[in-house]
Structures are given as structure tokens and as C-alpha cells.
């Protein structure tokens, strides 16, 4: 081991080509010798940078399809070998050593992601001679540097043109990174071969960001991204504001979670991770302005979700709001000059959504792994089982409610009319608690609404306080066994009851 190597050779060989040519013209630029391969190769010498094929160096031509070019003694030998030990072997073979390896792997996580890609394509795409080269260099720390990521070229720089080589510390550094690299490239082809819930897990995280505390001030955060993962609100473009919080982003993610089960123009308005608004209308204005003022007090510093454009109008109406995060896909230049004004206002846009299939739940010492909740509630799906029947306006209700139901933490209570939440109890230990907060909630607007329910009645107590309230009809999974106590608590009161045959918990 030496505290400071110099760089007399470097091989790189990229298939992220950003920032290449100016960190491969500062390198020649110092007198280091550049190797290279296929279009890496191509692209330096189209930029006038003087470089050597690896086939030169190794005597054989790249062959296969390019699937062996590096995978020779010439290569790995000027990698591997310790200057300090087989120092005479390298001369006796006519290896040089190599210095600096600059490698990134084929695009296997973003060719898997085109809804074209064939199995065939993808299986080209995992990388065989790059992952080797990386992992050589890292091992090989003691001597050599590795660089796996575009962000590492000017560190690297800079210790080349102050110290005239590569401190120890940078080479260990590098070989964390590249190590990190590897594990992550190799899981994510795990996971597409294996395709399910797998025998073994193996999640490979980056920090994201350096939150300020977590929940409270008195504790620590950091945020982290799944490596291979390219959506969901750590992957959101910030147009404005102070950085994300632990709170800001649990809360967010609830927004995203719930807003993306709505197609028509919708918002939803989110406060300690769970809705405490929501509608659907014909233009995104109308259906913020009734998420917002289904629970104005709550809104009060929540986090605002639309799933199309904030327009000019939108944004001037909550120029007078105090929210903490707004989410949409996309911004008018106008609504973005009215936001920037609330310089304190988190702007998020977010066009991609996640296409995960599974939720994961960290507990002490494991995980708990879920398909995700993407039942779909339909007409047909619902059994009416009381005297009432409900009006095709109420239905089309219950199925609006339904969705932002599943994203209520259970227990569960939303009462909703015309298309938009008027009242929700979230997260009580029992039933009749989550339906007397939606009823408080909702005050004097329940006449002629609708309430869904997480889970089924166990009692008919719930449907007593529902008295006078001038609710027409409840949707339930049922499945208890005084279902029919429950009917015909409904039928006394002349109100309607449809059996959706499904439990949305959210724990």
C-alpha cells in the first residue's frame, strides 16, 4: 500500500457517456495513457483525444458481439497486481499497470423499465466485463482508483493537479462507491429474474438527502432512495421552497399514493399522512376548491395534490393558502411565477408514478412484505342488502369515496356527496369513534351523503348514531356475524346498504 499513487494509466470504458470527454481530455492532458473500448473508445477519438483499443493492448480483437474484449490477463493482470509483489511476473508477461479504471455497466435498470423490451433484450444487458474491471480496481485499492459515477470525475481531478496522484483515502472512497455499484446493478437483475416475493431480500439503498430531524427535532434522518428506483417523491423535481422534511415527505407520499387512484381531474389534501380532503370534477380548480373546504381547519398546513396542471387559477387561490408541499405533474409558467412568491411553499412536480406491485414495512429486526392494495371497487361488485336501494348518484359516490377510503388509516370512516369528502374519521381504535369524527367533520353537510366503511359493522351501534343525520346510503365489506342486526338497523332508518365484499385495512 502507498498513501499517494500517481496515474500513468487509465482504462475507461462508459456506457454513461456524460462528462467523458472533458474528464478524458484532463487526464491526456496530464501525460495519462488512455485505454479504451467499442463506442467509449470511438467518441474520444472523434474528440481528439489520444487513446489505445483494449485489443491492442490484449492482441485479440473484441469478439462475440463484443461480449469478450476485456476479460483478458493483460487487462486484469495491469489491475490486480500488486506493484510491490509481482512487480517481475507483469514484466515477464508484458503487462502494464493500470492505474485508474473509469467504468459504468450496461443499462440494465432503465432497458427493463421500456414496456418493449423482450426477456432476450434484457439478458444482453447485464453487464459481464464491466462489473469485473470494477471490482478488480476496488479490491486492488492499494494501488488503484476506481470510478463508477460522472459525479466522481472532478474530485478526482482535483487530487490528480494538486498532489500529482491519488491519496489513499480517495482510492478507498472510490472502491466503497464502486462495491455499492456492483451490489446494487446485481440485485436489480435479481429481482427481474426471480420476478415475485423472493427467498432472499436484499434492498440496496443511496442517500437521498440529510433531512434537518426526523418527526421531532430530537431526532436524526436521512432520506434514502432505492437504487434501481426512478419514481415516488425522493425522484420529484423541486421547483421552489426549504428542503423536504421527514414529515413533508411521509405526507407527500401519502398525497401521491392517493391521488393516482383517480383519473378524472381530482385533488387531495393530506395532514399527517392521512386525506383529509379529497374530490373529483370536471376541471382540476373545482376539485381543489372542494377538497380544500371539505376540512378547511385540517388543510392548514397540509400538503395539496392534483393529478393534472396547476393552472394560473390555481395557484392565485392559494397565493392565500397556507399549505406546506403542492404536488402536480406539470405547472404553467404562470401559476409558477404566483407560487414563487410563497418562497417557504414546497413545489413538487411529479409526471412519474410508481409501477411497484409490492409495500414494505420496516418493523424491529425484519420487513413486512404486501402486494399493494390495488383493488378496484365496480358497480357490479356491490350487493345491495337492504329494503332502500340506493340512486345510481349515490353509487357513483361510493365508488369516488372507495379509493380515498383505502388510504385512510384504519379504522376507517369517509362520508362523502357529490363526488367530493365532507367528513372523515381516521385511525380509532374502534368503529363507532372513526364514525362519530366523520360526523363531526362533516357537520351539517351528511343530508343526502353517502358513508363508506374500511371494514364491516360489528355492531349496529355505528348505524344508531346515524340518526337524523339524513344519510342515504352505507357501503360496508359485511362479513360480520350480526350483519343482519346491522340491515335492519339500516331498514329502520330507511337507509340504504350495499355490501362491497372487500376490506380495505390500512394499517
Known amino acids: 500500500m502507498t498513501l499517494l499513487t500517481s496515474v500513468k494509466r487509465a482504462l475507461i470504458s462508459v456506457s454513461d457517456k456524460t462528462g467523458i470527454v472533458e474528464f478524458a481530455s484532463a487526464l491526456a492532458a496530464q501525460g495519462v495513457e488512455i485505454i479504451s473500448t467499442g463506442g467509449t473508445s470511438q467518441l474520444l477519438r472523434q474528440s481528439h483525444i489520444p487513446v489505445r483499443d483494449v485489443s491492442e493492448v490484449t492482441g485479440f480483437a473484441e469478439m462475440m458481439d463484443g461480449r469478450v474484449k476485456t476479460l ?176 413533508n415527505i411521509l405526507d407527500a407520499d401519502a398525497a401521491v399514493a392517493c391521488i393516482k387512484e383517480f383519473s378524472k381531474p381530482a385533488c387531495v389534501v393530506v395532514k399527517h399522512a392521512n386525506p383529509c380532503g379529497a374530490a373529483v370534477a370536471d376541471d382540476s380548480y373545482t376539485a381543489f376548491q ?83 392494495d390495488n383493488a378496484v371497487l365496480r358497480p357490479e361488485d356491490l350487493k345491495i342488502v337492504t329494503l332502500s336501494q340506493p340512486t345510481a348518484e349515490e353509487i357513483d359516490t361510493i365508488l369516488f369515496a372507495w379509493p380515498v377510503l383505502k388510504k385512510v388509516k384504519s379504522n376507517a370512516i369517509v362520508i362523502a356527496k357529490n363526488n367530493a369528502t365532507v367528513g372523515i374519521g381516521a385511525g380509532q381504535v374502534s368503529r363507532i369513534d372513526a364514525v362519530d369524527i366523520a360526523l363531526k367533520k362533516a357537520g351539517s353537510h351528511t343530508r343526502g351523503a353517502v358513508l363508506v366503511s374500511d371494514a364491516f359493522f360489528p355492531f349496529c351501534d355505528s348505524i344508531e348514531h346515524l340518526a337524523g343525520t339524513g344519510i342515504r346510503a352505507i357501503a360496508q365489506p359485511g362479513g360480520s356475524v350480526r350483519d343482519q342486526e346491522v340491515i335492519d338497523a339500516c331498514n329502520a332508518q330507511n337507509i340504504a346498504m350495499v355490501f362491497t365484499g372487500i376490506r380495505c385495512f390500512k394499517h
Not at 429481482?191 to 426526523?214: I, W
Not at 417557504?344 to 409501477?355: D, G, P
Open 72 to 247: 483478458h490477463p493483460k487487462i486484469h493482470g495491469g489491475i490486480l497486481g500488486q506493484r510491490d509483489v509481482h512487480a517481475t511476473v507483469a514484466n515477464e508477461q508484458g503487462i502494464d499497470w493500470i492505474d485508474l479504471v473509469v467504468v459504468n455497466l450496461y443499462p440494465f435498470s432503465e432497458t427493463i423499465k421500456k414496456v418493449e423490451t423482450t426477456f432476450a433484450d434484457a439478458i444482453e444487458n447485464i453487464d459481464v466485463g464491466g462489473p469485473t474491471m470494477i471490482r478488480a480496481a476496488a479490491k486492488n485499492m492499494d494501488w488503484v482508483g476506481v470510478a463508477v459515477s460522472p459525479a466522481d470525475y472532478p474530485a478526482i481531478l482535483t487530487e490528480l493537479m494538486t498532489h500529482n496522484g491519488l491519496s489513499i483515502a480517495m482510492r478507498q472512497q472510490l472502491a466503497m462507491k464502486a462495491f455499492a455499484h456492483t451490489a446494487a446493478y446485481d440485485q436489480v437483475i435479481y429481482d427481474y429474474l426471480s420476478g415475485g416475493l423472493n427467498s432472499e431480500l436484499n434492498l440496496v439503498l443511496k442517500k437521498s438527502a440529510e433531512l434537518r430531524y426526523g418527526e421531532n427535532p430530537h431526532q436524526s434522518a436521512c432520506a434514502y432512495k432505492l437504487a434501481h428506483h426512478s419514481a415516488g417523491i425522493l425522484s420529484a423535481k423541486q421547483h421552489q421552497g426549504k428542503q423536504l422534511s421527514y414529515n
Open 290 to 372: 372542494r377538497a380544500y373546504n371539505a376540512d378547511e381547519q385540517s388543510a392548514f398546513g397540509g400538503i395539496v395534490a392534483l393529478n393534472q396542471m396547476c393552472d394560473k387559477k390555481i395557484a392565485e387561490a392559494i397565493a392565500d393558502l397556507f399549505i406546506e408541499v403542492l404536488i402536480a405533474p406539470a405547472y404553467s409558467i404562470e401559476a409558477l411565477a404566483l407560487l414563487s412568491v410563497k418562497q417557504n411553499l414546497r413545489v413538487l412536480e411529479m409526471k412519474q408514478q410508481s409501477t411497484d406491485s409490492q409495500d414494505y414495512r420496516f418493523i424491529e429486526g425484519g420487513v413486512l412484505i404486501q402486494d399493494k
